[in-house]
């Protein structure tokens, strides 16, 4: 995410050194040969026959460039495949794929997306129902070519679940006609006490410089998390409750923010009148701009995240989805084949960025010239020039069995903390406690 010393197009060595690389709809399956736990391949399809496969995943993006690869695969690898793409909301995905593992992998897809955060429920259990790509990743020779940390969030007990589809660096996204209109160039400003004294030059009662910050991302910035490198909960750390403290005060002390509207619908016809004017995102969210507010095209712009205090880190990570085979997938084969097509090419990675502006963590693809074509949207910006500048510093995400129980106790408490119902160190506590007791059960 950011130090400017970092240029935009960094050699490959200088990417492996500082990102810490290692070296190194549905179909019904019930019938489907089981596979032992542990990740061995499943029997594939009858040779020579067509190859009809299932993808899910929960992003419209996602899905638009899952059904280009496919397209292609079939025109260049297997003119025998097909591939159905479903789309499913976020929730009731991951429920429903979660439920299909559990019952043997009845109803469950061949290929699916797992976003990182619900990512760590499929792990409390003997075996989460997925591939193991660690030995084809490694034969491949595409483990030092994927950087690590990304990796880490679907990696557990030694075994490799899925292939991340993003870096996800965090930026600050802003509405320079607006900005600059009211005389603040936002380039200008390196820390965050920077941007709220800019921010009150042109905040308006109707008018707001962002929404909230997401508590996690701010606090991964501050080189933090809801669990450290052990497992450990650290929701309840003294830097956490401040951090929520902070965001908080954009509001009540400074008067730059606001609690965003309560629905995707509200909150993008909010972005389109202007009422939000800047917006702290990952490079994914540059592409649900384009989706859903294509009228402000040449409005945007983006700089690295204000950083916490002179010469600090100016970016976080934000999300993070993983592509992963399900055992029972009478396709195994076919499908770690379109993967490595889609996923772990140049090419897949590069459309994906075009398509989505999800930049790549796949290291061969992160110099290609097509990632630094000037982005009309964001005003000719070179975005891909910027991811590449912050990219160094994404900070390390933690992965554990228990984050997705602890956000699902935390998420309910979120509205009363905005609301001054409750003090953040009280509830982040609470859910600590909770989720620790929760650990010590199923460890005893």
Known sequence: MQRNTFSSHLSRRDLLKVMGLTTGAMLVTACAPAVAPGGGSAPAAEAGGPVKMELWTFVNTHARWYQSMAEDYKKEINP?????????????????????????????????DIEQGRFGGFLRGADPGLIDMKDRLTEGGYLEKLVAAREALYSY??????????????????RGDIWEGAGVNLEEIETWDDYIAAAKQVVTDDIKALAFPAHDVLLRQRGAD???AEGNVTLDAALSVETMDWILALRDTHGI?????????????????????????????????????????????????????AGGIRTSCH?????????????????????????????????????????????????????????????????????????????????????????????PRQQEMLDGAVKPADVYTEVSEAIRVVIAEEKA
């Open 319 to 411: 999300g993070g989805t993983g592509s992963c085979i399900v055992q029972t997938s009478p396709n195994v084969e076919e499908a770690w084949k379109f993967l490595e097509y889609s996923m772990l090419s140049v090419e897949g990675n590069v459309r994906r960025f075009e398509m989505t502006t999800l930049f790549p963590p796949f290291i061969p693809a992160m110099e290609n010239e097509r990632l630094h074509a000037a982005d009309e949207y964001f005003s000719g910006q070179d975005m891909g020039a910027l991811f590449a500048q912050v990219g160094p510093d994404v900070p390390a995400q933690y992965q554990s069995p228990y984050r997705a129980e602890l956000n699902a106790q935390l998420n």
């Open 157 to 174: 007990q030694g075994k490799i679940y899925g292939i991340e589809h993003a870096l996800t660096p965090v930026v600050l996204y802003y």
């Open 80 to 112: 025998d495949f097909e591939l159905n793409v479903t789309e499913i909301a976020y929730g009731d995905m991951h429920d429903k794929l979660q439920i299909a593992l559990q019952t043997g992998g009845v109803g469950a897809p061949d290929i699916s």
């Open 226 to 228: 809801y669990f450290d």
């Open 257 to 309: 923010a606001a609690q965003a509207p309560a629905t995707g619908d509200e909150w993008w016809a909010a972005v389109n009148d202007g009422k939000f004017i800047s917006q702290v995102g990952a490079d994914w969210y540059g592409g649900f701009f384009k989706d859903n507010a294509p009228d402000l095209t040449g409005k945007w712009k983006a700089i690295p995240l204000p950083a916490w205090e």
